[in-house]
């Protein structure tokens, strides 16, 4: 039972090129949802957000976007650098429930 | 920037025996949060906590596991008799109140039971 689902367990990607992270979910009831970032031996850090009454927010390089009717996020990432190789993680929430993540894409961004 | 901490960074256990690990959450932050991660699999909610008692616990957060907040400060989760199974990265995280607050999350206890 997969509320929430990231199809590529990992993507490469050439440094300044952009970088398409997905995620899917099931249920309708999600209204908000986050993508966090983890380094090795680290803990997940918050990088960008949108709520359901949105389709688009942009910080910097990051740019995620939601498709309700598709029940489809997407995080964009340019120009990528090589600092972003990361596990990337997309989390969704309703109101009063608790997040639930997906299993995470390893980005890798080679020189 | 305000932070969440987590001690100890990595634990070794014998199987069967009682583990604590500790979390400070961010001082103004009202709900807290355990997730583990088994290596290679995706981070998974254990339980979260608000107003000193459990808010909501997943099926992994059986009679073994049980949290506390003891002060003002700390956040714990026990697990009474640890199995092999047990071994994981333990994330603790917490949030301010609001319906769209982000989760800030600590780096984490590396748990392996031997």
């Known amino acids: 039972d997969q509320q929430v689902k990231q199809n590529s367990p990992s993507l490469s990607v050439q440094e300044g090129r952009i970088s398409i992270l997905n995620c899917d979910y099931t249920?309708?009831?999600?209204?908000?949802f986050l993508w966090y970032k983890k380094y090795p031996a680290e803990g997940p850090t918050f990088l960008i957000s949108i709520s359901s009454i949105k389709d688009k927010n942009e910080d910097g390089r990051f740019t995620v976007f939601l498709n309700k009717s598709a029940k489809h996020l997407s995080l964009h990432i340019v120009p990528s650098q090589p600092g972003d190789s990361a596990v990337y993680f997309c989390a969704v929430k309703s109101y009063g429930q608790n997040f639930v993540f997906g299993p995470g894409t390893r980005l890798s961004v080679l020189p | 920037e305000p932070e969440v901490t987590q001690t100890p960074s990595h634990q070794v256990t014998q199987m069967g025996q009682e583990v604590i690990l500790r979390c400070v959450p961010i001082s103004n932050h009202l709900y807290f949060y355990w997730y583990r991660q088994i290596l290679g699999q995706k981070v998974e909610f254990l339980v979260s906590f608000y107003n000193n008692e459990i808010s909501e616990k997943s099926e992994i957060f059986d009679d073994q596991f049980s949290v506390e907040r003891p002060d003002g400060s700390n956040f714990t989760l026990k697990i009474r008799s640890t199995k092999l199974e047990d071994s994981a990265m333990y994330f603790c995280a917490s949030r301010l109140q609001g319906t769209n607050e982000k989760l800030f999350f600590g780096s984490g206890t590396q748990l392996s039971v031997l």
């Open positions: 249920n309708s009831m999600f209204d908000y």
